[in-house]
């Protein structure tokens, strides 16, 4: 049977069903166990249901996440393709990376959805909360804080605009970085949603300057998210196939790429490989001049600092005077400053704030994350 024949058979009489009958038909994952053999006849009911929540994707949303993890864990894909890849490949032409992000995030997803305003929750909300929900056992409740809190703040002084992942990161970076917030009950979400608001409403006042400019997003620090380049997730999801088939379990991409992480980590030339490979690739050249671009660390945040080297030295504009290492020190230094370091203030009315130091006076805090020291 084709995949279109497939649908279609599969499809008949469910096509008006509401979403909410959808998902209540739907199994509790937790009763789903992997099977073998034929399917039994409560199997492909299970399966009949989880595919009409999947048929409906676009309407039902993250309810497919939980279809998709009762259709991996229960196996019931084997009477038609021997691996969950090749059935989502072949039955919903979806990959293996977009099934295990709506598997992971449903249930959050479920959680945030009554905070949207009918709205709807969108991908980038959920990938910016998960790892705040995935932390402890009171997670999914300071996530769902969070985000209400984010909300109430773009609602109160946004002007019309939506809460975007930019917003949303501040929120997790606020709280990542908070500390003595109440352990749970409702005294913890509402510490945790006065922070979310309070960080929003700071960043839109900051990047806005309070005449309605188009936000600004920049980096942050705050939870580990891996943005896998386009020409390596072919090979990563092969991989993810091969090992999933080989163990007999799913494994989701986070879980390879853990695993990836590992042993590049317990490899000492991989650190050097890695130094060098972000050495090449994050300097911007400017004639025999290197530049680099960040966001310094939490303790000076506010800045974007900016570094050139120039190793040849920094040489005084005319009628200025001569440029010397800033290392403060009894005795002068007289090495080349060939590092001019620069602290860049983002919506504040200071002026930036320059520094200039030779090789061996450098600040660690001011070495550029691109350059490897050795």
């Avoid at 009763?31 to 009409?52: I, K, P, Y």
């Avoid at 939506?162 to 003595?180: I, N, P, R, S």
């Avoid at 939490?298 to 570094?307: D, M, W």
């Avoid at 080297?309 to 060939?338: A, M, N, V, W």
């Amino acid at each position: 049977m084709t995949a279109a024949a497939h649908r279609t058979t599969h499809g008949l009489g469910r096509r008006d069903r509401s979403h909410v009958s959808l998902v209540q038909d739907l199994p509790d994952l937790a009763d789903v166990v992997e099977g073998t053999g034929d399917l039994s006849a409560m199997e492909r009911a299970n399966l009949a249901a989880a595919e009409a929540a999947i048929e409906t994707f676009q309407a039902a949303g993250w309810a497919a996440g939980q279809a998709l993890a009762v259709v991996a864990k229960g196996s019931y894909h084997r009477d038609t393709h021997p691996t969950f890849a090749a059935y989502l490949a072949d039955r919903w032409g979806m990959t293996t990376s977009q099934a295990y992000r709506l598997m992971e995030g449903y249930r959050l997803a479920a959680l945030l959805a009554p905070k949207t305003g009918g709205r709807g929750v969108t991908g980038s909300h959920v990938t910016r909360l998960l790892p705040v929900a995935k932390a402890d056992q009171r997670g999914e409740e300071s996530a769902v804080a969070l985000f209400a809190g984010a909300q109430a703040a773009v609602k109160e002084v946004g002007e019309g605009r939506k809460l975007t992942a930019a917003l949303l990161d501040a929120a997790v970076e606020e709280f990542t970085a908070a500390e003595g917030l109440p352990e749970q009950g409702p005294e913890r979400a509402e510490a945790v949603r006065r922070l979310a608001h309070q960080a929003v409403v700071s960043r839109i006042r900051d990047t806005t300057g309070g005449n309605g400019d188009q936000e600004k997003s920049r980096k942050k620090s705050g939870p580990l998210r891996l943005a896998v380049p386009q020409h390596l997730t072919t090979s990563l999801d092969d991989w993810m196939s091969q090992l999933s088939a080989g163990l007999g379990m799913t494994l989701s991409r986070d879980a390879v790429v853990a695993r990836i992480l590992e042993l590049a980590l317990e490899e000492p030339d991989a650190l050097v490989a890695v130094a060098q490979r972000i050495e090449a690739e994050s300097a911007e050249q400017i004639g025999t001049a290197r530049r680099w671009t960040w966001t310094p660390a939490k303790e000076a945040r506010g800045y974007i600092r900016i570094a050139e080297q120039k190793p040849k030295g920094h040489k005084p504009g005319k009628g200025q005077p001569g440029i010397g290492c800033s290392e403060p020190g009894t005795e002068p230094c007289e090495e080349t400053p060939e590092w001019r370091v620069t602290n860049h203030p983002v919506g504040k009315t200071a002026q930036p704030a320059t520094a200039y130091y030779c090789e061996e006076h450098l600040p660690a805090d001011c070495s550029p994350p691109g350059r490897w020291a050795g």
